[in-house]
């Protein structure tokens, strides 16, 4: 069965620096051409058939897999996902943003979900949040999860150090119709961080089951303008609130030339973090071959050089 999948991101919210869910519009995420990463790797999460559990697990496994804390799951910030999804399903459209009076209405943007749930936000320690969303044709939260890292928009976020909650909700459109995934990720305390001159990558060093590629236009802002299909990005990420500079990133097949690519990094791109960088291969990977990463730059002034290697399926 083919699946179509559907995504928002929203951007993580600093508190009383930026006290609202930046981004906009409707979007999708980027779909994997391949089939989902990591379906056969004995160590990944069992999956247990529920939609909304099966996609947190999934990220905790590439968080843990990448360096990053697991993020533990909340019980009110799961009411505030599946009272979103649910508002999705009844009126059977992907948003981040609610309307009073529609069915399912429980808060306009996602801080007022929370709040609505019972999950408070503190000013005085510092907070973050952020949201990403999936709707699709069937209900495997393995596969949502995936697109969604794959989407680089929404990766940012999934991999954001930072986070240290995270509550996730399912709801599907009456008729058999589409089902909503919501994950929102959430911290009190701005005090899950990285080392100093540390980041996160990904994909990670060894991994072996890397899609050959997206389809860029599946995600909007898009992040490759006029090309869909494209190779997999590979992401460098630090904390939240910090500026991580690149002076270079390269994606090299062992024993060929670098791949040409799109780079994103904030000073160039509004839609990436200052916090993180992206490199997105202008032509898919080829099935087999092994990549070599070389990335040098900063992070809030410190020197970083980071070398590395993956393969794609």
Sequence with gaps: MQYRYLALSCATALS??????????????????????????????????????????????????????????????????????????????????????????????????????????????????????????????????????????????????????????????????????????????LDRILSRGNVAVYPFNGQSDVPASVNSDQESPDPVPGQNRVGYPVSVHGNLGSTLTVQALTITPRGGAALATRLLTHATDGNTPTSAAAAIPLSALVPGTTYDVHFTGTVDGVAVARNWSFSAQ
Excluded at 66 to 71: E, Q, S, W
Excluded at 137 to 150: M, N, S
């Design 16 to 189: 009383l620096a930026l006290a609202a869910c930046g981004g906009g519009g409707d979007s999708t995420a980027a779909v994997a051409t391949q089939p989902v990463s990591g379906a056969t790797d004995p160590n990944a999460p069992a999956v247990t058939g529920d939609t909304a559990t099966d996609a947190i697990n999934r990220f905790n496994w590439r968080r843990q897999q990448i360096g990053l804390l697991a993020v533990s799951r909340n019980a009110a910030i799961d009411r505030a996902a599946q009272a979103h999804s649910n508002y999705q399903g009844l009126n059977n459209t992907i948003t981040h943003f609610e309307e009073a009076g529609k069915a399912g209405f429980t808060g306009a943007g996602a801080a007022d979900r929370l709040q609505a749930a019972g999950y408070s936000l503190s000013a005085s320690a510092g907070y973050a949040y952020g949201e990403v969303i999936a709707s699709q044709g069937g209900t495997q939260g393995v596969v949502a999860a995936d697109d969604l890292i794959g989407a680089i928009y929404h990766r940012f976020i999934v991999f954001e150090p930072m986070f240290k909650e995270a509550g996730a909700g399912s709801g599907t459109a009456a008729g058999g119709g589409l089902t909503y995934v919501t994950i929102d990720f959430a911290a009190n305390g």
